[in-house]
């Protein structure tokens, strides 16, 4: 650093729902941020509650422990600025639903005391103005902003919303959303920054996605040139989740320049510090290159997230249901790479319907990667459940006969997947003192294509948020870039993906799923990512007008895949209707998903059972369709 004022921006591991460890942290960052001789700390948005914490923000035990704990964190700031983020609670006010009153809140502590905006309000912090209510995001549920407060006190938005004089400087300070302006007729940033500010400080709680650093950059240093002042960006690591949905915190903290350069900080998923001097040395910056997250990004946050979700939930041990497919393969190689291999356990459970060349694959990956390996068939189990159910007798009050039970091909299918998941994984892996996993991929998730306490058990579904085809493409990565050999043997990119339940799907024939994964990739992420969801009405016009492909980035031909429209239209409609009906279900009843894409299952799609719908104008367009001859 030069002589300047020192800064440090803290990007710490945030653990939800555990206020004295952050403040434990928070505490020891202090101390050393005081020996080096900085004289402003800052720490990330929640820093002490974390973030995504549902309902527990209705405890007021809770609320009174963050309190608390930002006092601590008040009375060791003696020699030194700090600006963290906490719940900020009025006990004389209450929120809409009759519950205290919370905000989402900035504090800035000094000397011993924390600083009172000069915004006439006289709370000793500063509240988020812009609530997220989108995503994995629900602020507006628990914390009220700035909008609702000037509207209360009479006062105008922008006489609340007002620069810190810190040791002479003249800081903005805003947390997160409030910098994410685009969407929201408020711009927090400009109103602060147009009563001169020499810097702005912007404490950030914002979970990794596929090519959102990408993003970040972009708004952040444009934000920069637009307020010709520096932005301070800092952002928490660790993992929070939503129930239903695992995601990670990659900080990515770093400064923007006016000039659209950058001063970068600690690695991704790293808890380190950025520290500078104000103002910083011309010789520091370095221009600002787009970032493009590439297949090893989604890598490291899957291995940080399942390695920090096992952690939390305090787990040594897995078992992993291993088919000879890709999709296991990679679950197995994930998990690998963060336990010991006497606490991994792959194992096999074979039918008349697998192949040679899988189960062969299975062996290689276990020898492969150094761990466990068990081999159990099914076999016996399958046939005993098949003589119980098969030809039972369904008997009325009086004593006749009025029905008997059918195992079919297909209820047989899923007595196999039964067996395997819920009888003896789930009893291998209590045995073992363990877990086993979900290995479904996210085109399965869907439209439900596993089987109800079945396949779709598990602790985590890790891969519950890659594509197939970004699966395949993990499975190379780690083979090139993490092992350099061939760990995943290549008979699991080779063979075709088949649940090996019958012998429809003998791979040895070439026969297997009937999902046709390239297409049903691209179709199904239109439907599920797409900011503007698409439907078959979207799907069904694009079709008519030849711009399908296009659309939803299939780089194939559908036409080489449907031999009429009609079957065109059959597939869309089978899939709409499993992906809206019995799928939503499945969802429901699913393991967590670890997110890593925009749209994971879970809180982050939220959907109701309703029933597949489809509007008054597909039914025209399909109408018209078949008026053509098809």
């Not at 003696?78 to 989402?104: H, M, Q, S, W």
């Amino acid at each position: 650093m030069n002589n300047g004022w020192p800064i440090r921006l803290q990007q710490m591991t945030v653990i939800p729902g555990d206020p004295y460890r952050n403040t434990e942290t928070m505490l020891a960052a202090i101390a050393a941020a005081s020996r080096d001789g900085v004289r402003l700390l800052v720490f990330p948005e929640m820093a002490i509650p974390g973030y995504l914490l549902a309902d527990e923000w209705e405890r007021p035990a809770f609320l009174r422990e963050c309190t608390a704990c930002g006092d601590a964190v008040r009375t060791a700031a003696r020699d030194l600025t700090v600006i963290f983020g906490n719940v900020a609670v009025d006990p004389k006010r209450c929120n809409e639903d009759g519950r205290l009153r919370k905000y989402n809140a900035l504090f800035v502590a000094q000397a011993g005391r924390f600083v009172i905006p000069d915004n006439g309000l006289e709370y000793p912090f500063l509240a988020k103005t812009l609530m997220p209510n989108y995503r994995e995001f629900d602020d507006s549920r628990h914390f009220y902003d700035n909008c609702k407060l000037a509207r209360e006190t009479g006062r105008r938005l922008q006489d609340i919303i007002v620069p810190l004089d810190l040791d002479s400087h003249r800081v903005g300070a805003l947390l997160c959303e409030d910098a994410w302006d685009e969407d929201y007729d408020i711009a927090p940033a400009r109103m602060v920054a147009g009563k001169g500010i020499d810097f702005l400080v912007l404490i950030n709680s914002s979970p990794f996605t596929f090519n959102k650093r990408n993003k970040r950059d972009r708004i952040f240093s444009r934000l920069a040139r637009q307020l010709e002042r520096p932005v301070l960006y800092v952002n928490s690591v660790g993992l929070q989740d939503n129930g239903k949905t695992v995601y990670t915190f990659d900080g990515a903290s770093a400064v923007y320049s006016p000039a659209g350069d950058v001063l970068s900080g600690p690695a991704s998923f790293e808890e380190d510090h950025l520290s500078l001097a104000w103002p910083p040395d011309s010789n520091d910056w370095k221009p600002l290159k787009p970032r493009v997250d590439t297949i090893a990004d989604i890598d490291r946050a899957l291995i940080y997230g399942i390695d920090n979700f096992m952690k939390r939930l305090g787990l040594q041990r897995v078992v992993i249901g291993v088919s000879g497919g890709i999709d296991s393969a990679v679950v197995a190689a994930l998990h690998r790479r963060v336990l010991a291999p006497q606490d991994l356990l792959l194992l096999t459970m074979p039918s008349r319907y697998n192949s040679r060349r899988t189960l062969a694959a299975t062996r290689q990956l276990a020898a492969s990667l150094g761990c466990l390996f068990a081999e159990t068939p099914i076999d016996q189990s399958v046939e005993l459940t098949r003589s119980q159910i098969d030809g039972l007798q369904l008997r009325t009050a009086d004593g006749r006969i009025h029905d008997r039970l059918l195992l079919n091909d297909n209820l047989l299918e899923n007595v196999q997947a039964r067996d395997r998941s819920a009888r003896v994984l789930a009893a291998i892996a209590a045995a073992f003192g363990g877990v086993f996993t979900c290995n479904a991929n996210k085109a399965e998730m869907t439209v439900g294509y596993t089987t109800l306490y079945g396949d779709l058990g598990g602790y985590l579904a890790p891969i519950g948020d890659l594509w197939k085809d970004d699966v395949y493409r993990l499975a190379r990565f780690m083979n090139d870039a993490v092992f350099k050999n061939e760990t995943i043997p290549e008979d699991c990119f080779r063979v075709t993906p088949s649940a090996e339940l019958s012998a429809a799907q003998d791979v040895e024939q070439g026969l297997g799923d009937p999902l046709q994964y390239p297409y049903h990739d691209a179709l199904f992420r239109s439907w599920v990512e797409s900011w503007d969801r698409t439907t078959p009405e979207d799907i069904l016009a694009w079709y008519l007008q030849g711009e399908l492909e296009r659309n939803i980035g299939f780089t194939g031909s559908v036409d080489e895949l449907f031999a009429t429209p009609r079957d065109f239209v059959a597939d869309l409609e089978r899939w709409w209707n499993a992906y809206q009906g019995i799928g939503v279900a499945k969802r429901i009843q699913a393991p967590p998903i670890l997110a890593v894409t925009r749209r994971a299952f879970g809180f982050d799609h939220r959907e109701a059972q309703l029933g597949p719908r489809y509007s008054r104008r597909y039914r025209e367009l399909k109408i018209s369709l078949n008026s053509g001859g098809a």
